[in-house]
């Protein structure tokens, strides 16, 4: 099994609708964060977390939120999809300090 | 000034050849580095870390120049399996910074 896991793998949604992307974790990483990836303009932080209770806003994060429901899990959520977010979203996790980053699979999604 | 910004793409080479990115960080705090490798959209992978002024790993070399607040990832006798696009990351606050990627095509 995956270290971090993403669900789904793939969504197409229709604007206007709320979706939840899931990440969890088995590596008891205590950071966790969500990416998004566009062609040409790599990997973008949406949101971050140290900790169940410390969350925080990444350069991108409009349009979007997060929950950390425990250590292992943080969601992502999108309240109303537009297409401007159709893009690969990765969750990644790491330890403390400056430690490499492990990576999901990615969760494609389509905003159409 | 970006806080993490690669060399554009992409880089077209034969195999056998030597081939350099750089990367540029705007943070002259930075204490560690890393170059990740991503396969067709595929999750990101740990290549190199980098945390004083260089590593090696058999072909592959990555220096940190902190006067210039760089650091380059040397690839020599490429492979075709090299060809990926490689992404400079650089802790800051506890986020991890990505640059927008280079894209290698090593070619028969």
């Known amino acids: 099994d995956a270290d971090v896991t993403q669900t789904p793998r793939n969504r197409i949604t229709k604007t206007g609708k709320r979706i939840m992307l899931e990440c969890s974790q088995t590596?008891?990483?205590?950071?966790m964060y969500w990416y998004r990836q566009d062609p040409g303009l790599g990997l973008r932080l949406i949101y971050y977390?140290?900790?169940?209770?410390?969350?925080n806003k990444g350069e991108i994060s409009d349009g979007y939120s997060v929950s950390r429901q425990a250590q292992a899990k943080f969601s992502l959520s999108l309240e109303s999809a537009i297409p401007n977010q159709t893009a690969l979203y990765f969750c990644?996790?790491?330890?403390?300090?400056?430690?490499?980053?492990?990576f999901g699979q990615g969760t494609r999604l389509t905003v159409v | 000034r970006k806080e993490v910004e690669q060399d554009p793409g992409p880089f077209n080479v034969p195999e056998g050849a030597t081939v350099a990115f750089n990367c540029t960080y705007s943070?002259?705090?930075?204490?560690?580095f890393f170059w990740y490798r991503q396969d067709c959209r595929k999750e990101p992978k740990l290549l190199m870390s980098?945390?004083?002024s260089g590593n090696e790993d058999g072909r592959f070399t990555a220096q940190l120049n902190r006067a210039s607040q760089y650091i380059s990832l040397l690839i020599r006798d490429s492979k075709l399996s090299d060809s990926a696009t490689y992404l400079c990351?650089?802790?800051?606050?506890?986020?991890?910074?990505f640059g927008q990627g280079t894209e290698l095509s090593v070619k028969p």
């Open positions: 977390s140290f900790d169940v209770k410390d969350i």
């Open positions: 943070n002259s705090a930075s204490q560690s």
């Open positions: 980098v945390y004083s």
């Open positions: 990644a996790t790491s330890g403390s300090g400056t430690t490499e980053a492990f």
């Open positions: 590596k008891g990483h205590d950071r």
């Open positions: 990351v650089v802790p800051q606050g506890g986020k991890l910074i």
